[in-house]
Every structure is written in structure tokens, then in C-alpha cells.
Nanobody
Framework: VQLEESGGGLVQPGGSLRLSCAAS????????MGWYRQAPGKQRELVAG?????????ADSVKGRFTIFRDNAENTVTVYLQMNSLKPEDTAIYYC????????WGQGTQVTVSS
């Protein structure tokens, strides 16, 4: 699976961004997709995930602020991460992942929350 990410950038605290991740190849073999993030000097952490059945999960730190959802096309699936009420501590590189029989990763997109 090839993953193409977009949507990162610089935003002020309290602002919003939407990340997207498009997965090429048959969407039927993908069991789950989502986002991890890694801030400087910190370990990579799960932000949000969504299964092929639509079950979602979120890190406690983003619950109520972030929403993950997906759009299925015939041969692709795109997952979105809507991020609202952004905080400086959300600053990180965000990586998309997709799980088939193996896990694929996107190249990462920078999100910076700063005034």
C-alpha cells in the first residue's frame, strides 16, 4: 500500500487543520488506518485509528478535539483527521499508517501549533 499524506502546516493555538491520507491499492485488504505522531525528543504515539468496520479509537489527549473519518472509493480509501482546538503540545510530525498483512507508513507531515 502506498500512502500519500497532505494537510499539515502552521496554525495558531485554538485553530484547526485537516490531514488526509490516501491509500492506493485494493481498499478491501486494509483492516485499519490511522495516525501516529512524533514530537521532538518523544516517542511516536498513536493519535487516532479507524478500522474497516468504522470503529474508531483516540488518544486521551485528543479526545473531543480530533475526529478521524474515512471516504471509500472503488479502489482507494482516504482517511482524514480533523483537528480542532489545536494546542502547542500537538506540534509533531504526523504519520499515516495502513494495516494489511503488514503495516505501511506515510512520509509524515509537519503540524506546528504556535502563535
Amino acid at each position: 500500500v502506498q500512502l500519500e499524506e497532505s494537510g499539515g502546516g502552521l496554525v495558531q493555538p485554538g485553530g484547526s487543520l485537516r490531514l488526509s491520507c490516501a491509500a492506493s491499492g485494493s481498499r478491501f485488504s486494509i483492516s485499519a488506518m490511522g495516525w501516529y505522531r512524533q514530537a521532538p525528543g518523544k516517542q511516536r504515539e498513536l493519535v487516532a485509528g479507524i478500522t474497516s468496520g468504522g470503529v474508531t479509537n483516540y488518544a486521551d489527549s485528543v479526545k473531543g478535539r480530533f475526529t478521524i473519518f474515512r471516504d471509500n472509493a472503488e479502489n482507494t480509501v482516504t482517511v482524514y483527521l480533523q483537528m480542532n482546538s489545536l494546542k502547542p503540545e500537538d506540534t509533531a510530525i504526523y504519520y499515516c499508517y495502513a494495516i494489511r498483512s503488514y503495516t505501511s507508513w506515510g512520509q509524515g507531515t509537519q503540524v506546528t501549533v504556535s502563535s
